[in-house]
C-alpha cells in the first residue's frame, strides 16, 4: 500500500468512527414517531379551563396544530392527548378537537374512580375508538388501594381501555401493586415517575420500584419529562443525552425494548427545554439501540399499550 492511499484509508476510518451516530439517525430517517403525551386546552371558551392557571405562561391556546408547527428533532406523525382537566366534559371537548384530525390517534381522558358517575361516563366515553384509557394520580391510586375499592378499574380492563398513573418517585412501586391486582388492566407509569434527574446516581427506592413495576407484564412506562426532571429549583436542564443515560438506562433495561414509550409532555415541558431538544435526547438514545428498538419506543409500543387504531389520512413515514 504506497503512502498516498494508506493516509486515504486511515482518514476514511477516523472519519468513520466520528459519525456513527449520523449514519444511525439516517436509517431511521423514516420512523414514526407518536408523541405520547401532550396537553391541549383552549382558554378562550366560554367555560374557560381549570388548568392552567390564569397569569401562567401556559395559559393561552393550544392545539394540535401549534404541535405540528414546532421545530422538531425528527418529524412527530401522531400523537395521544392527555387530559389535565377534571371537567368530565372536556373529555367529550377533546374527542370533538380530535374527530377531524388523523394526527391524534387517541386520547387518555380524566375520570375519577370511585365517582358515582364514574361507570356511566367510562362507557359513554368508551363508546368513542379514539377514547383509549384515563388518567389518575398517585394519591388517588394510593386511596383505593388502601380501600381496595378497584372494581372501577376493574371496568377499564373490561372496557379494554388503559390506566396512566401520574405522580412521584413511589408511582412505579404502587403501579406494581395495582398490577398483581388488576392482571389485565394495561397501566402506564408516566414521566418515569417524575423522579429528580441528578447528577448523583438514581435514587436506590426508586429503581426498586421500577423493577417491581417492570415485573408485571401488564406495565409499560412513558420516557418522558425528563428535562423538566433536570431542571428542579431553577436548575437549567442539561441538553446533553449523557447526562440523562442513567436515568434512563434503568427504566429501559428494567422494562426492555416492549414496553417504553415516547411522550413530551409538551407544553408544559417548555419552561425546562424547547421541544427539539427534548425530543433529541429521547430519540438518540432509542436511536442507538437499533432500528428495531426505536421504532417499538417511538409508535409501536404505544400501540399496544393505547391499542389505537391509525386513521385514514395520517402521515406516516411507515406507510
Known sequence: ?????????????????AVPQSRSLAEVASIDIIDCHTHFFDPTRPEGVPWPGKGTSLYRTVLPKHLKALPQFRPVTGTVIVEASKWPEDNAWLLQLAKDDPFVVGIV????????????????????????????????????????????????????????VNGGPDTPGLVAVLAVRCPHLRIVINHIGNVAVTAEPPPAKWRAGIAAAAAQPNVFCKISALVEGASRNGAKAPTEIAFYKPYIDVVWNAFGDDRVIFGSNWPASEKASDYATLQRIALEYAFDKGDVPARKFCALNAKRAYKWVDRPGRLSPSK
Open 1 to 17: 500500500m504506497n503512502r498516498r492511499l494508506f493516509l486515504f484509508v486511515q482518514a476514511f476510518t477516523l472519519l468513520a468512527a
Open 109 to 164: 381522558g380524566n375520570l375519577l374512580p370511585g365517582d358515582p358517575a364514574f361507570a356511566d361516563n367510562a362507557r359513554r366515553f368508551a363508546k368513542d375508538p379514539l377514547f383509549r384509557g384515563i388518567r389518575i394520580s398517585e394519591q388517588t391510586l394510593a386511596s383505593l388501594l388502601e380501600k381496595n375499592t378497584l372494581d372501577d378499574l376493574q371496568l377499564l380492563a373490561e372496557l379494554d381501555l388503559s390506566l396512566d
